[in-house]
T-cell receptor, first 116, second 109 residues
Framework: GAVVSQHPSRVICKSGTSVKIECRSL??????MFWYRQFPKQSLMLMAT?????????EQGVEKDKFLINHASLTLSTLTVTSAHPEDSSFYIC????????????FGPGTRLTVT | SQQGEEDPQALSIQEGENATMNCSYK?????LQWYRQNSGRGLVHLIL?????REKHSGRLRVTLDTSKKSSSLLITASRAADTASYFC?????????FGDGTTLTVKP
């Protein structure tokens, strides 16, 4: 089946630093990837839609200069949290959409970010 | 705002019993998907039901979809302790998924 990986699975960083999270589709090409954020005991909130070779589309209220998304290839999208603050601590999950498969999404295992 | 609302928010049952979770949504959809999430982990895709389907089965899972009522239900039969997790419905609109608030299921051995 379609597998999506995320790296790292956990990261702790200091306030003011930047953190990059990678999302890879391992055995398929994904023209579209999505980035979600999940706070404890809450649902997933879509942050942005990442399309290969073009700029990401951000949801309302998500700062594009703070959450930089790059979708450099059909198998890799990265999310960089710039100048991280403790309130950015969250669980970040990506998903990849299998091209031509009726919009089915495959989710990565998530990345736990803790900003101290 | 979230597209889906799930009911109940929390459900606690004994092993062997059936668990039913409901999801309501607001706009038209292409399909609806159910996911499971164990605590602190990623999402596991359970089942997808398309807007022109009414019922779908997968092992111990049964999903129904009523587009006239904009609602879906997930039934887990003969529950096991390993089914303990949060369950989310997600509606798809032109490729974008919107998640419900989720139901936390606890299955007691």
């Amino acid at each position: 089946g379609a597998v999506v990986s995320q790296h790292p699975s956990r990261v702790i960083c200091k306030s003011g630093t930047s953190v990059k999270i990678e999302c890879r589709s391992l055995d398929f090409q994904a023209t579209t990837m999505f980035w979600y954020r999940q706070f404890p005991k809450q649902s997933l909130m879509l942050m942005a839609t990442s399309n290969e070779g073009s700029k990401a589309t951000y949801e309302q209220g998500v700062e594009k200069d703070k959450f930089l998304i790059n979708h450099a290839s059909l198998t890799l999208s990265t999310l960089t949290v710039t100048s991280a603050h403790p309130e950015d601590s969250s669980f970040y999950i990506c998903s990849a959409q299998l091209a031509g498969a009726g919009y089915e999404q495959y989710f990565g295992p998530g990345t736990r970010l803790t900003v101290t | 705002s979230q597209q889906g609302e799930e009911d109940p928010q929390a459900l606690s049952i004994q092993e062997g019993e059936n668990a039913t979770m409901n999801c309501s949504y607001k706009t038209s959809i292409n399909n609806l998907q159910w996911y499971r999430q164990n605590s602190g982990r990623g999402l596991v895709h359970l089942i997808l039901i398309r807007s022109n389907e009414r019922e779908k089965h997968s092992g111990r899972l049964r999903v129904t979809l009523d587009t006239s009522k904009k609602s879906s239900s997930l039934l887990i039969t003969a529950s096991r302790a390993a089914d303990t997790a949060s369950y989310f419905c997600a509606t798809d609109d032109a490729g974008k998924s919107t998640f419900g608030d989720g139901t936390t299921l606890t299955v007691k051995p």
